[in-house]
Structures are given as C-alpha cells and as structure tokens.
C-alpha cells in the first residue's frame, strides 16, 4: 500500500522506477522484472558498460538459475535526488502503518508503506527514500535482518530507524551493528519524526556498481564447504582466517559484483570499519599470504574496487546454490531425483566460510543450508515411495539432530518410521518433537505435524499415496 501524505493519504505516490535483474554472464545483465513507469521490460538485456544514467545496486540473494541479482535504478543520482522528503515505513500494522503516513504528512513528507520485510527492501531500493521506519517483528523476517539487507542496498545516504513497541525487543547495539542510525520505542510522535528528518544525512553515497574489467579466471577454484582453501592445479593453500576469510566470503556471496573499499569495510567488518584503512591493511597481508603460496592474486583490483578472479561454477558454495535451484522435482522420477540429489549434496560439509560471523555471511549461511535442508526432505520422503525406509529415516533423523526447531524433517522422520513398521516409534518420535516444541519456545506443534500423528494413529490410507507423501516435503 503506498500513501501520499502531501495531499492525505491514501493517494498513489509517484511509482519507482527500476527494475530487478540478474547477470548472465560478467558484462550483461537481463532484467527479470520491472516496477514502474518504464519502458523497460522482462528480458531486456544490458551491457554493464553502456548502462548510461542507470545504476546497478547489487542484492544479496540468487536469481532463479543462482546468479548474481542488482537492482537497475534509472535516472541519475541527481535526479533522485529531488524526490525530497520521502519516507518508507515497513510494518506489518496496518493501523500503524496508517498512523506513520498522516503523522509524516503532518511535518509535510510524503510516506510509503510496505508489509513485509521483503517488499521493504525492493521499495527501498526502487524510492531510495530519505527517512526509513523498520518494525522489529515482521511476518517474514525480523526488523535487524531487514536493516542489514537495506544496507546492503544503500549505505548510508538513507537514514533507519529500527522500532518496536515492545522495548524488551529494541536493542540499541545490536540495531548499530546491523546497520540501523537509530532504535526507538515506539510509537514515534510527530514531534519526534520531525527531530528525525532533521537528522538525515545531508549527502548521498554513491551506490555500489556491479561491473567487472576482464572475464574471470578458470584455473583457481575456491572451496567455502568446510576449511576456507583456495585450489590451482596441485597446489593449494588454506585462506588464512580473519579478516582474509571474511572479504573473500562476502566477495564470493557478492560475485561477479566489483565491491569497492567501502563496501568491503561495511560488508566484511562487525561493526563495519570507518575508515579505508584497515580494508587496505587486509588486502595486503591476504595478497602476501597467498604469494608465499605461490598461488596468483585471487582479488583483482578494478576500476571501481575489488572483484574475485574466478569463475562462479569454481566457487563451491556459489555452484552448490545454482545446482540446487537447478534441480527440479519435476524433471526426474523418483529414483534419478535422488541419486542427482545426492550427487549435489555430496560436497557439502556442516560448516562453510570458515570461522566468518559478518551479518553478510551470516545471511548467506542461513541460504545455503536452507537449500540444503530442502533437497534432504525431498530426498527422504522419495526414498520412502521407492522403499528404501532404512535410508529415508537416517537421512531424516540426521536432519532433525541438525536443525532441531524444523518441523518438517520431524513430519518426514514420523512418515519414515511408520513405513518401515516402526508405528510405535513414530509416534515416540512426534511426542519427542512435540515436548521440544511445548518446553523448549512454548508452541504447539505446526497443522502439518500434529496431521501426520493422527494420520499414523489411525493407520491413514493416505499415509501411502505417492502424492502425499511427496507434499511432505516442499
């Protein structure tokens, strides 16, 4: 919902204007989807040098084959510029959501609205807004991931502010850390609000810029899954920890983005470096490090900052996303679907981009074993339809020994179990998640857990129609 509190809210804003897109190769990018007044449209393709007043910004996350996404914002920075005072709330609230909007007209801004925190971040990229207010609770992520996706984004030209009305849930260094200017109790009065805009920063930063200078290395390949090392031929050597480990991981998250020295001291540095100093003093010592290995220069000095020089597919981490959004249930039966499944998870270790804690890798951790939870239910609950139970429960219990609160793989281990004769186990084992659950956060199991118990008490014929034990899994 979009407000325009200039005139009372309620009216259409002025629509942004940008478009998301995904890079095919190092140098053109073709756009996935538009919003706006634009003439621009799905399937339009670009060359990253001849973008003219267009801007790339890149976004953490993969395209649908696992590429690199950006945000192409048209007009020029200046021309942005004159938008003025515009504000984005993001709140799930629609009662707050209506309050922010008549009390930021009250100091004369015009406001935006968005639910979610995912819609928040496309709308803050496409508006580029002044002022953004972010709730800490949000239907599908929480306030302080939003600010580090914003961040992302924009560095620091807009100004966050992280609030919620539950104190116990505003933590002033935790919202520093992940990017917000300020964390309030809220509500925030007009009085307050007008304080806030006043304290905007005055001049814009210039957005990061995705391009690269030549086509990127074949001959290195660089290992993430487990000790961080870096291959060529016979040789390798391990990426030293620190500082090292962190810019290589946030360039390999970011790859084929060229990051420049400002974007790696906020993206590779908690809390992000203030200076280019320390960002200059850890290039270096990585450079010298991997000299003595006798291992050529991984990080490649363009003419906007920095890039990998190598190749996605040679990046593990990087070809274990594509592969796996790759990898469509519905191209395969069963029994190929599982031994390409395996075939893919079978270079991924419990751990990956060494000992980094930056909020960037972070994110991109929770990614990756979110994708490889997803191909192990996939793959359990179709080891159950082609009988091999043995197989199907050690996959699933080793998934809920790893992810305790993810009921799901709970689902699958209790339709596992019952295939395999074990009925009295399997409800052992829905009572087992079912305590977790009560005692540990104090919900109750999810519809889809308490389903498959009763389904098993009753000896459910359904419990052995292909597709719905292939809806166990998503």
Known sequence: MTYDTTGGTGSEAAPPRAAVVQYVDARTVVVLAAAGETAIVPGTRFDVDELGDMTLVP???????????ALLVLGSAERRDERGNAA????????????????????????????????????????????????????DMNGYDVCRQLRTVDRRQCLVVLMSADPTMVEPQRAANAGA??????????GQLRT?????????????????????????????????EIVLADRWCALPPGAATDIISVMAIHHPAVLSTADLGELAWNPPATSASPVHTALSRLR????????????????????????????????????????????FDDAAYVAEAQRVLANV???AFGASNVPAVEAARVRIWEARAVLEERVSVRQILLGDTVEAVAGARRLTARELWRESAWTILVAALYHSGRQREALETYQVARNLLINSVGVDPSPALRDIESRVLNQDPSLHEPGFVRGLAR
């Open 59 to 69: 976004l953490v996350g993969a395209g649908p084959d696992g590429s690199s996404l």
């Open 288 to 331: 010298s490090a991997l000299q003595k290995h006798g291992v050529p220069d991984l990080v490649v000095t363009a003419q906007q900052g920095y890039r990998l020089d190598v190749m996605a597919a040679n990046i593990d981490t990087v070809a274990f996303e594509k592969a796996a959004t790759d990898l469509d249930p519905n191209r």
């Open 181 to 190: 200017d300020l964390a309030l109790v809220g509500p925030i009065g007009v």
């Open 88 to 139: 984005l709330v993001i709140d799930d609230e629609l009662a707050n959501r209506d309050y922010y909007a008549a009390a930021f007209g009250q100091i004369g801004w015009r406001a935006e609205a968005s639910p979610t925190g995912t819609a928040g971040i496309m709308a803050f990229a496409a508006t580029e807004p002044a002022v953004c207010l972010v709730d800490v609770r949000l239907p």
């Open 196 to 228: 806030i805009t006043e304290q905007r920063p005055p001049h814009p930063v210039r957005p990061r810029v995705a391009m690269v200078d030549r086509p990127a290395s074949s001959a290195v390949r660089l290992k993430l899954f487990g000790d961080p």
């Open 349 to 351: 270790s419990d751990s």
